[in-house]
Structures are given as C-alpha cells and as structure tokens.
C-alpha cells in the first residue's frame, strides 16, 4: 500500500505540472484529469480484484472438502440401506460431477459473473452441447437403465454380444461399464452400447448346466459306454445329485457315435468341472477299453 501511495502522489504531481503547463489546452487538461481518475481507482480496483481471487480459492478448496463429505455421508447411507454396489458407484459418480459443475458455478458468481449471464449461457448453447455430447447422453441414459433394469449388477459374468467382449463386472458408472477377463484385463464398455445389445449373464442363475461331448466306435458297446460315464459322473463332487444328469447318443457321425454327457453344477464350479469331467471322460473310456476313433473313410474297391 505504501508502494501504491507513492506511486499515485507521483503521478498527481506530474498530472499538477501538466495542468498549469497546459492551461491554454482543454483537450490536455481533460486527458490529464481522465488519467488521474484512473490511477486513482486502480488501487481499490486491484485490492477487490485481488480479494475475489483469494474468496474463490478459499471456496474452490472448501467446496471439494465438502464434495467429500457429501459423497462418504451418501455411501455410507447406501451402505446401510444394502444398496448394489452397481448402484453406489453410479451415483457416487454422478453426485461427484454435479456438486463439482455446482461448485464452479458459484465460484463464477462469486467472482462478479451475473447467475442470469450463466443461465443465458448455457441454454443458448444447450442444443450445441447435446449435438456434440449426444453418445455420452446415450451413455448416461444406458447407465441409468442398467441400474433400474438389472441385467446384470457388479460381480456378475457376462458376455456383450454386439463386441463379443465377456468377463466379471467389477464397477457400473455414469458412462461406462468396467470387465475383468479371465487372464485379468480391464475392459470398458460404454453403457449406451450395452443397453441396447444382448447381454448373456452367466452367472446370474446359481446353477448351470455342462455338455461334454466325445464320440466312440462304431464298433463299442454304446450301453457299456453309458453305463461307465454315468458312474463317473455319480462320483464325481461337484455334479449335482439333486438335477437330471445322464449320457445320450445325440448323434451319428462319419467316425464316430457322438456321446453327449449332461450334467447340472453350481456356477462358481463351472470352468473346474468342464476340464475335469473333459479330461475323466478320455480316461475312463480308455480305461474301459472304449475307443474314440480318428475321422477315418472306408473306400470299396469293386472289380468288374
């Protein structure tokens, strides 16, 4: 402020020797006098422009403390309330993006930006915004059919048709969706695509069923065949006792008689139970002496 002082008497010094030196011109006592005014308001000027800047970033560090709290206070109501926890990362996403937009906005007001400004603003440009923003609106409008729908909530395993992409949900947000696959990959998929594609939730029924399927000579004792594979499958613990499991003949092939090996498991034990009853079903027509034959032609020669 001293410097300021300083600073102004000077230029009013030198603004005085300019007005009795050009006395006999109005047009320079009149720039001189404008140019006194203006140094004269620029220190008030600059003190309130400056204390709006320290208001604003006091509010911008308080408002994000703030965002934090509200978002904790609102999961943890969830929380209490059971809610999926598809539906709390969605709405925590979407409470954190509108208090932040919020927080911005009062932040403008607060620096001198008129609130009727800000609305004229942003409805003028309301259609211009949604024409360039229109697939993350589709996103968001999938998103918000997901939470209410349910086709499949976090934790689930499913399969998008439209990319062919499948693996456990592990988090549904505003815009996106999140997969974790098999060999532990992260894949992200916009929710406009999944609300409208078809989505194979494997895991959302407690149980599945598994068909393996083998093929065995012509020559073999289709019964004995059964009879041996249904034992196995009898002692084996992850088939389910209470559910139909059985052996048919689902097909004739070239080759082979095609067995088809049927049976029910809980869907935590799928993929175990695939492999180990794929690999049983070789041994134990091995061990019986039941052949699985390789693609083979007979080709008869006739003599004339």
């Known amino acids: 402020m001293n410097f300021l002082g300083t600073l102004l008497n000077a230029v009013t010094e030198s603004i005085a020797a300019t007005e009795v030196t050009a006395a006999a011109n109005p047009i320079d006592i009149v720039k001189a006098g404008l140019l006194k005014k203006y140094i004269e308001d620029l220190g008030p000027k600059a003190l309130n422009v400056g204390i709006r800047i320290v208001i604003a970033i006091i509010l911008f560090i308080v408002g994000l403390q703030l965002i934090k709290l509200v978002r904790k206070l609102i999961s943890k109501g969830m929380e209490k309330a059971k809610a999926d926890a598809g539906v709390k990362g969605f709405v925590d996403s979407f409470v954190n993006a509108a208090l932040f937009v919020l927080l911005i906005l009062l932040i403008a007001i607060q620096c001198g930006v008129d609130a009727a400004s800000i609305v004229a603003i942003i409805g003028s440009a309301g259609v211009a915004i949604g024409l360039a923003v229109q697939g993350s609106l589709s996103n968001l409008i999938g998103g918000i059919l997901i939470l209410i729908l349910k086709p499949f909530t976090v934790g689930d395993y499913i399969i998008d048709s439209g990319s062919g992409k499948e693996g456990t949900v592990i988090e549904i947000k505003i815009f996106h969706t999140r997969l974790r696959t098999f060999d532990n990959k992260i ?118």
């Open 187 to 304: 894949v992200v998929l916009p929710n406009g695509n999944l609300a409208n594609n078809v989505i194979v939730n494997v895991t959302k029924e407690k149980t599945r069923r598994i068909d393996v399927i083998c093929g065995i000579s012509y020559n073999a004792d289709i019964d004995k065949a059964k009879a041996v594979l249904l034992d196995m499958l009898e002692n084996d613990e992850s088939v389910l006792k209470d559910k139909e499991h059985r052996v048919v003949v689902s097909g004739l092939k070239d080759s082979s008689v095609e067995l088809t090996v049927r049976f029910w498991v809980k869907s935590r034990d799928y993929w175990d139970a695939y492999y180990r009853i794929t690999e049983n079903t070789k041994k134990t027509l091995d061990k019986e002496n039941i052949s699985i034959p390789f693609p083979q032609l007979d080709v008869h020669i006739q003599e004339k």
